[in-house]
């Protein structure tokens, strides 16, 4: 696990210079170990966090000939069969690394080498022989690749804050990207805040040639052709790939860890992982303190779990105390970004970095396997959609809008508002109401009127509905799940994962993601993930086999902070003090709008916290980072 940066083109004699403060700015993600290549035409350099090859794989790393030199993010999980197979082909190897397979692998195949690689990873590979440069995402996006063109020299990175040391004029707000950014908790690719640098989108790559041309592509993408198999052996069929997912992402040189959240996914990870291993497995847990909603806190069903398989077990809990950490999970961002699970995912990786380099995680397996009360909220809607709509509109949505929200900062009545809300819209634009956290109007009240001005809202939300009608599945179900693995999935979930394990220089590995077992589930039937109102069927079933039936079929919690309860008590007046210095006219957001949602939010009268706290992390964000409109 690393990070990665560099530029192509001539930069002359402060190439070395640059590509040095690029590299240093990565230093928490590869703090064992650094390493750089510059000629006339190119410079790559990474930090390395030593897990494969400890003493033998420092980077860059070259072929036999010194003409192809590669630096390395993530992990390749069929690293020992390509090696054996390119062993045999008459390449050799002067290391154990499977990043060495990488160099070899592309003198073996030119680029169509992407599609031979399980793995997670953002490389660069350059060729010194036809001054070009490959660069790669893998395909769900596990890893971050970001690229900045300036003066006809492309610039990448794994973070930001390398680009930017780069290149110091990098401070152009990117108004879709902001609203986007409101609208969503995130920012999808290819776009950040900056209007400079963009993300290479996941399973895309880029070359880059001697003549200024850059070339992008899409190499992989899911597809759901259906398999017409019985339930039973579609049981059969994912236990075989979950643990041969698992299987392959035990490698490593050092102990591997586990976060434990308590429910189904990490479980079936954590059980599935600890017999293949020869010493106990440390699992990872977190709880809350303060007037959290109870229902978040899972830590006995994660003790039970431990208990019966033998884990080491380690638990925290968090308290809303969000100030303390706020600068750091900017600092790691570099960008807005407003998931609050942001909170608990800091806590656990900070602990787990304590004893481990690297932990599995149960993230994916609620897109692969239809987990989230969105996707049952959607599968319903289908049916309500045969309502009389003028009932909908004239009594039941009216009555849904004006329930109260519950004093404990659960998530029932928002998801019934933001139901009836969408639910007779046209099918890809009722799954993205599902999914914005802020709608257009409650984004054009927040807005100053020049930012506001300035907005395509119809592109914001086609971000989303875009994914959703490029599906090739005629189930919407399906295209539902193509749209989250194509936003939420990368620049949220895989996103907040990377970016705050790295801070604590962790690497997560996300087995139930691996994309054999992707391609696997989309073939499945959508019935097989949600039915009569329930999700995960078929994995509840197959975890039936390996976990008590409590940690099953209890309520699902999800892995995030009591955000809801925290702002209209502990963070009430941090909310009120970060709200306290904006401007109510002529600024980007208007503060007295501000004010008076987290009152309104306080006294109960509606459930504002995602806005609350998207706004409280762009002010921080703002202060913290130059930027111009």
Request: hydrophobic fraction near 40%; charged fraction near 25%.
């Amino acid at each position: 696990m690393c990070g990665i940066c560099g530029y192509f083109g001539n930069l002359g004699s402060s190439g070395a210079s640059v590509l040095e403060r690029m590299n240093t700015r990565l230093f928490r993600r590869g703090p064992d170990d650094g390493g750089s290549f510059v000629d006339d035409h190119a410079g790559i350099a990474m930090r390395r966090l030593s897990i494969q090859d400890v003493s033998g794989g420092h980077q860059p790393i070259f072929n036999e000939d010194r003409s192809i030199a590669v630096v390395f993010n993530g992990e390749i999980y069929n690293h020992i069969e390509l090696r054996n197979e390119l062993l045999a082909r008459g390449h050799h190897f002067q290391t154990r690394s499977d990043t060495e397979v990488l160099v070899h692998l592309y003198e073996e195949y030119s680029e169509t080498m992407l599609t031979r690689l399980r793995g997670m990873f953002a490389f660069a590979i350059y060729d010194l022989k036809k001054k070009t440069l490959l660069l790669a995402r893998d395909r769900l996006g596990i890893k971050p690749l970001f690229y900045a063109r300036h003066n006809g020299i492309t610039y990448f990175a794994s973070e930001i804050k390398a680009l930017r040391e780069a290149l110091p004029t990098i401070s152009n707000l990117d108004v879709q990207a902001l609203d986007a950014y409101f609208a969503y908790g995130y920012i999808p690719a290819p776009l950040t805040i900056f209007k400079e640098v963009r993300k290479l989108e996941p399973g895309h790559a880029m070359m880059l040639t001697g003549d200024g041309k850059a070339r992008g592509w899409k190499y992989w993408d899911v597809s759901f052709s259906k398999a017409n198999l019985s339930e039973s052996a579609w049981i059969e069929k994912a236990d075989a790939a979950i643990q041969s997912a698992v299987s392959s992402h035990l490698i490593s040189d050092v102990p591997v860890g586990a976060f434990l959240s308590g429910g189904v996914d990490s479980g079936l990870v954590g059980a599935l992982a600890a017999p293949a291993l020869d010493y106990p497995l440390e699992t990872f847990t977190i709880g809350f303190e303060g007037r959290a909603q109870p229902l978040l806190d899972e830590r006995q069903y994660a003790k039970d779990l431990a208990d019966r398989y033998g884990f080491v077990y380690r638990e925290y809990a968090v308290r809303p105390d969000f100030e303390s950490i706020a600068t750091d999970v900017l600092d790691a961002f570099d960008e807005p970004f407003a998931d609050d699970s942001v909170i608990p995912s800091y806590y656990v990786s900070k602990l787990a970095a304590e004893s481990v380099k690297v932990v599995l995680s149960g993230l994916g397996g609620d897109e692969l396997f239809g987990g989230y009360q969105r996707y049952i909220g959607y599968d319903l809607s289908r049916r309500y959609q045969a309502m009389p709509s003028f009932l909908h509109r004239l009594l039941i949505d009216p009555v849904l809008q004006r329930l109260p929200e519950p004093r404990s900062g659960g998530d029932r009545v928002d998801h019934l508002k933001r139901f009836s809300a969408s639910a007779l819209l046209p099918p890809a634009r009722r799954y993205a109401g599902y999914v914005t956290a802020l709608g257009v109007d409650e984004r054009r009240a927040l807005y100053g009127p020049a930012l506001a001005s300035m907005i395509d809202f119809d592109a914001t939300e086609a971000l989303m509905t875009d994914h959703f009608d490029r599906c090739d599945s005629s189930d919407e179900m399906d295209r539902v799940f193509y749209t989250d693995f194509k936003t939420y999935l990368p620049e949220d979930i895989l996103a907040l994962s990377d970016r705050i394990s790295m801070w604590h220089s962790l690497e997560v590995r996300v087995p139930l993601i691996d994309h054999q077992l992707v391609e696997l589930a989309a073939t499945m039937p959508s019935t097989l993930k949600i039915k009569g109102g329930q999700g995960k069927v078929l994995l509840k079933r197959l975890a039936e086999k390996y976990l008590p039936s409590p940690m099953i079929y209890h309520r699902k919690q999800g892995f995030e902070a009591p955000m809801g309860a925290w702002l209209r008590n502990e963070l009430y007046d941090y909310a009120k003090q970060t709200f306290a210095d904006t401007e109510s006219s002529g600024s980007l957001i208007r503060g007295d709008f501000l004010r008076e949602k987290l009152q309104e939010h306080k006294l109960g009268v509606r459930k504002n916290n995602k806005l609350l706290f998207s706004s409280i992390m762009f002010l921080l964000w703002s202060k913290r980072f130059g930027w111009s409109l």
